[in-house]
């Protein structure tokens, strides 16, 4: 079963994260190792979720080989399994601002992009969560001159894409995908460390091997889109492999109300839905 804890997890990670930048998070080291976030791989279902969660979003979409290893928009089950991705920002000792990442994968980071193998993806960054990812930040060398770690200005042109048009449907040449894999060129604005290890133990309850990304990105490298401490518009992460049979989509806030303002537009939302459903009863047919 797909099991996701974006519905209901959301809401209340997005407000842990206004209260957790105010207070600042925990530091992250960029180095691979998960223990820094307060996962733990103790093959349980609670070693996804950050202890203490305070200012990381996050999204857990654990899928094992169960639907004869069917994920979205593909299949293959564990192998190609995007699990977990994180998010926090925060100001280091040197003054500067930095976004995190972090990703847990059952891809292995070596499989080769040659001989019909699927290499690992990059992340996307998608500010006005429009569809159009302005950045990418690279997880291998891509051209002779936009390497592992480059954050890279991108168009969704500058992206490789996957083998899927839409879920269950292979692309072809009437019918491209839209899913965004790797950069293949843009221009170079900035430098992140990226890097991961293998996890040892038992990470979730549906077994496989897995894999921990961790990526440290200047936010100078988005230039209008990050002023000051804060971004100045909602965007996504996105992460998926070549192939792009698992995608993993986080979508924190931008310019954030304050929790309580949250709290009282979600009520406002509920107010308004009731009310809808209200004029539809009362509608005459
Ligand atoms: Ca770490
Ligand atoms: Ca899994
Ligand atoms: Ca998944
Ligand atoms: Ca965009």
Known sequence: MHMTLRKSLLPIAASAALMGFASHAAPITADGNFADWGIQANGSTTGWTPTPNVGILYIVEDQGNANNGYLSPGW?????????????????????????????????????????????????????????????????????????????????????????????????????????????????????IVTWQKIAGAMG????????????????????????????????VQWTMDCANDIITLDPPGMVPEPASAALVLLGAGLMAGQRRRKLKTTPS
């Open 76 to 192: 293959g089950g564990q192998a190609y399994d995007a699990e977990a991705l994180y998010l926090t920002w925060n100001k280091k000792a040197d003054g500067k601002t930095y976004l995190y990442l972090g990703l847990v994968t059952g891809h292995n980071p070596d499989t080769p992009s040659t001989g019909g193998g699927f290499g690992r993806g990059d992340f996307g960054i998608d500010f006005g969560r429009d569809g159009s990812f302005e950045f990418g930040v690279l997880t291998k060398n891509r051209s002779a001159t936009l390497k592992q770690g480059d954050v890279v200005n991108t168009t969704n042109a500058d992206w490789a894409t996957g083998l899927w048009s839409s879920p269950g449907v292979l692309a072809n040449a009437g019918n491209p995908s839209p899913y965004l894999t790797h950069v293949n060129s843009g221009i170079d604005v900035g430098d992140a």
């Open 205 to 236: 309850a549906l077994g496989g091997d897995h894999w921990f990304y961790e990526a440290e990105i200047p936010v100078s490298a988005f230039g209008s889109y990050w002023v000051g401490d804060n971004p100045l518009k909602a965007f996504d």
